[in-house]
């Protein structure tokens, strides 16, 4: 076989392949998006306006940001298991808002007391990570100078960013970065840096309790955050689901995975990986047509409540992006936030909770919401990010 | 009086969609393996493309949208979901010679990794430059090179038949040829 074999073969595998839809779609698509960004803006924009605040609306925040709650935009109102975006969202204010902003002092400068957040801009024009930046709770924007964490490769060169949801410690003291043959740990509140060799190809982080659990497709190592101890773990590093901060060390780790008609919920001792229970996730709550295929990106727990990604069935199409809320105990699915398909595929990817039982999630393109699964309040905290977040918790 | 022109790119757009889509959408099906998945990762792209056009049109969009696809393509967790719908059977049955060699060539290509198969498909199916390729891919000249390396001798492990099919059928046991023989 020579060139011109191979040519010609991949042309005849694809001969009859021909696009589904027309040219202007696209556009449609963005035309849509491009509309739902300038309702949002200018509802935020007159929001503040109104608020009494055109002053604060164009002087950079001073001083720390409050540490507070985000107040709801809408009366608390009993919530149907699927719910959707509001036509027009409300950005009510709120400490994360900042993630956006430039860092302006290095880590090593001025490490934080707790950060908040971790985010990798990601530059369109030229395709590429940015450096990572670090917002402290004092809301100030520092860039991660003490080290600078590559992105993972895997056997077959698949590339991941450095930068993933659950890097950052629910205390936002550390960040752990999965590096192939070692593991990244930075005190993020004295920017020092300690490299763990582990062997292999690791790509995914999950913070549990004090340890970080790391690894890739074939294995997962549990790291024990002060000594650095290192123990292999039997558990999915795709599937786990982050444990919530409050529980104890020896909770059970919870994996949720498998695709429409098997998904699974496991449990799973947290000493070794072992099995306890293992049982379907049914999602009878939901009306017809509604159905959940599969889950993407990270699991969050918050107490006994599950929060994930996954693409769903909806009233309008078979592989809508949404956002699951499942009992942990039960597997049985609560709440579903529609997000429709004006989106990128896996736009949507859960970040975690926040202390008032609000799910955090990425929308793209766009920035970050809060959603409330028990009042379908749903509420921006940054517009229009491009790149990668980590959050706190 | 000069006519007004209220053009915001969309006809340009759909201009440049309607040349280059069905090229994408194959390109894609090469890389996904799978329709729906092709369909998806295009449409994707094209979204991003739309959404930039005003920056993007003047310049080099279909280096634009081959960077958006073909890196989607390669990224997280859509890797991870096309791994799954990759090991799926076949769309569809094929009776002739060249649908024969369209499975077995499907096949194969589904036993290399993502990233090896967008290098072979942007280096023998769109014909781009190893240069160009590694653009495309955000990776350096050498990681094409040996990705290309590594795909073909992967091709020729999992399918060693596959060069027979292209050619006519030999005549004298000299014509048969064992393996592939490519100059990545």
Known sequence: MNEQDLRHLLT??????RPAHPAVAGWERARRTRRTRRAVGAVALAVTLLGGGAVAALRPPAGPPPDRAVAPTVEPSHAPPVQRLPAELGYPGDPLARL??????PLSARPVRRALALFQPFDEDHRTDGPVRVLGDDGVVRALDVVTPAPTRDRAGNEATALKPGVLSPDGRSAAFAQTGSLLLVDLTTAAVRRIPLDGYLEL????GDRVVVGGDDRVYAVDRASGAASPLDVSAWDLVAPDPAAGREAALVEVGGERGGLLLRTRSARDGAVRTEQRITDTVLPTPYQVNEFYGRGWLHGERLARSAWIVSDVIDGAEGVVVLDARTGAVAHVLDLGRDRWKSCCEVLGWD????????LQPGGLL????????????????TGTIALAG | MGTVTTDDGRTSYVAFVEVHQHRLLRAAYLVCGNRHQAEDLLQDALLKLALRWPEVRHRDPAAYVRAILYRDAVSWWRRRRRERLSAQPPEQAAHDRDGALRLTMHDALGQLPTRQRAVLVLRYYEDLTEAATAEALGVTVGTVKSQCHAALRRLREVAPDL?????PAPTTPDDLIAGMEVNP
């Open chain 1, 355 to 362: 202390d008032r039982g609000a799910v955090l999630l990425r």
């Open chain 1, 100 to 105: 956006g902003d430039p860092a302006t002092v």
């Open chain 1, 370 to 385: 809060r959603w409330h699964p028990d009042t379908g309040e749903v509420t921006g905290v940054v517009r229009n990010l």
């Open chain 1, 12 to 17: 005849i595998t694809v001969e009859d392949v």
């Open chain 2, 163 to 167: 060069a027979r099919g292209t050619r």
């Open chain 1, 205 to 208: 982080v999950v913070w549990a």
